[in-house]
């Protein structure tokens, strides 16, 4: 959520008593980016449950009440720390980790996001009891901080909930395009004079919650339209970008992608779905394949091949594998960003559209960082898929007309 939305409100100060009233015994560690915030939450908490303690059922202990320890006469015990603060000894049912992130300096420091990620792998983790829950509440400020991390490493473990200053496309809450998210606070004409002050890349993590790399944007990805149902196509090509590192759980390889693009009589594009994954040659081979009949023989399938005989010995063997599938190759040649401008002005004219997935936010995610996030894999296959509709010609719409019509 946007600065000055009440989100440390609703999550560091009402959210604990409530938690309280439904797990009695249980214990919280709420820990923000220096013990002096994290004490303020807690005071805060506190407060609130001795003022409503009739209605909650519970109080504070008369014996254990300080500002960054205290527990409740029902068993329920709470600890504030800021962040690399000492846990050790403590378990928990909850975590709670409010502004990880002091300031943009913070932010921009390899080396502090790394001392925050290997406090949140070493302390915390360390700390959850069975079935523990953590809530990350937070302003994005760039996309390896806090939030980015966990979701590139275990992002289907997380529900998001992103609520941005001025509502986009699909808003979780059902806003127009445009509307702001607390107008009676902040309305949308005051929103643009702050956007224009701070300036884009400043507007873009801290009021949309999508932190962009230092170097800007590419696609215009707030014009890409979520639709729920396919249209009728023209052509549809399965593109591929091939990688054949397998994970350890120590290295972070690239993806096998396949992204499926399809284009209408009407010139406009839409993504229809991404394969990928992590595996060895062979696992890849298979993955191909299976998507490949999966699709169907009228989706083209688009393999790039690698310079030197190499390269032209792999192309030569999946087309063998593909027999009776319409595969065609190519090389890359440019820079990224340069192959895919043509997609991005597609972008920008509102004419690529995406299907609502599993995959669709980490699709889009990667589009918003490129060309400087930490992966590509994806627009890469993508750039392939428009690059081989592109190369085809269209069918043009006709009308049919009698010769002896007057």
Avoid at 27 to 35: E, M
Avoid at 92 to 104: F, G, H, M, T, W
Avoid at 275 to 282: L, W
Wanted: cysteine-free.
């Amino acid at each position: 959520m946007p600065p000055g939305s009440a989100k440390s409100t609703y999550a560091s100060v009402i959210f604990p008593a409530w938690w309280y009233t439904q797990h009695p015994r249980s214990s919280i560690i709420s820990a923000s980016h220096s013990l002096n915030l994290a004490e303020h939450f807690s005071r805060r908490a506190r407060s609130l449950v001795s003022t409503h303690e009739k209605y909650l059922g519970l109080s504070i202990t008369q014996d254990q009440r300080a500002a960054d320890m205290w527990t409740t006469t029902t068993g329920g015990e709470y600890l504030a720390v800021g962040i690399h603060g000492a846990i050790t000894g403590r378990r928990a049912d909850l975590v709670i980790i409010d502004d990880p992130v002091r300031s943009q300096a913070d932010a921009e420091s390899a080396r502090h996001r790394d001392h925050v990620w290997e406090w949140y792998k070493s302390d915390v983790t360390t700390r959850l009891k069975p079935k523990a829950r953590v809530v990350v509440i937070m302003t994005r400020w760039h996309p390896e901080d806090l939030a980015g991390q966990l979701l590139d490493q275990s992002g289907p473990e997380w529900r998001v909930v992103r609520l941005p200053a001025l509502a986009e496309a699909d808003d979780p809450l059902g806003r127009a395009v445009g509307a702001a998210l607390w107008p009676e606070w902040e309305d949308s004409e005051a929103l643009g004079r702050k956007r224009s002050l701070i300036g884009e890349r400043a507007w873009s993590a801290l009021f949309q919650q999508t932190p962009l790399p230092s170097g800007g944007r590419l696609f215009s990805t707030d014009r890409i339209a979520v639709v729920q149902s396919e249209r009728d196509a023209e052509t549809m090509v399965r593109a591929w970008d091939l990688a054949a590192t397998e994970t350890t759980g120590r290295n972070d390889p690239d993806w096998t992608v396949g992204v499926k693009l399809s284009r209408d009589r009407t010139g406009r594009y839409l993504i229809l779905d991404v394969a990928r994954m992590r595996g060895s040659p062979h696992q890849i081979e298979e993955l191909i394949l299976a998507t490949a009949r999966k699709d169907g023989a009228k989706v083209i399938v688009a393999i790039p091949e690698d310079p030197g005989q190499a390269g032209k010995s792999q192309m030569s063997y999946l087309t063998r594998q593909l027999a009776g599938f319409h595969v065609v190759s190519s090389r890359e040649t440019g820079s990224k960003a340069t192959r895919a401008m043509p997609l991005a002005s597609q972008v920008e004219g509102g004419n690529v559209s995406v299907i609502g997935g599993d995959w669709t936010r980490t699709l889009i995610d990667e589009m918003r960082n490129f060309p400087w996030g930490k992966k590509d894999d994806q627009v890469d296959a993508l750039v392939r898929a428009f690059t081989t509709l592109t190369a085809r010609p269209r069918l043009l719409n006709s009308t049919a007309v009698s010769l002896l019509s007057r």
